[in-house]
């Protein structure tokens, strides 16, 4: 006779529950379109766009966070605009890892989703993800 047991760690009276076992991830499609980005001096961002699972999903960052940590030099559209695209592919990076964890909500990064200083240009290592709470 074969018996199959399952062995859960509980802790002393709490009750298991199924519903909160692991499940399997799911992996999500993020591609970043190579459009030219968008100032808005509404909020003060510029703005780009992902595609999640082929949903168009807008993200953005704080102009704050392109002067802190990407070397903007003037501090007009044309600045942020410039720091933006030679910051690219650490933006987007950090952007993805929302993207993940949010189940592609959109983004708006802020200068707190950065570590301190200067982003530098290398991009071997993933980026630290700092999420902060809030809405676009």
Known sequence: MCLNVFVASVPVGASFDAAA????ET??????????PDYRDSNLTIEFAALVDGRRVPCAISVEALEDH???????STGWINAFDAGRPHIEAVAREHLRVTNGMPVLLKSGHFPPGPVGPDTSNPPQLLLLHGTM
């Open 27 to 36: 992996i999500m499609d993020i591609r970043f379109l190579p459009d030219a």
């Open 21 to 24: 076992t692991p499940k399997q």
């Open 70 to 76: 990407f070397g903007a030099q003037t501090y007009d």
